[in-house]
């Protein structure tokens, strides 16, 4: 097994009921596809750098996960119909930094 990120960028206009859907839906979605979620990290709402369909922020739910082939082809699947999915992207790692947050949010 491969070490991944998953990085999914949701509609800014989701509630919080939706975000929390989102990201129980995925993580269930990798455990069951031959795969082991190691960290879920919500960075938050956060401006993108070019519109995409007219949205001008979005919600990025970042993943850290060990999966397969089987599991990625199984996210891909997922992602193409889900409508509340603006943008994704996967990386292939040899090792994850779990220590390590570099949106984590600051509590005044």
Do not use: C, P
Not at 26 to 44: A, H, M, P, R
Not at 59 to 77: A, M, P, Q, R
Not at 89 to 103: A, Q
């Amino acid at each position: 097994m491969a070490f991944y990120e998953n990085t999914i960028v949701a509609k800014q206009d989701l509630g919080e009921r939706e975000i929390k859907s989102i990201k129980e839906k995925y993580n269930e979605l990798i455990n069951n596809s031959s795969g082991k979620v190691v960290k879920i990290e919500e960075w938050g709402l956060l401006n993108l750098a070019n519109k995409i369909k007219n949205y001008r922020k979005g919600f990025y739910i970042h993943f850290k996960f060990e999966g397969s082939k089987e599991t990625l082809n199984e996210i891909d699947k997922k992602i193409r119909v889900d409508s509340s999915i603006l943008r994704h992207l996967t990386v292939k790692y040899k090792r994850l930094d779990t220590k390590n947050e570099f949106f984590k949010k600051i509590n005044n």
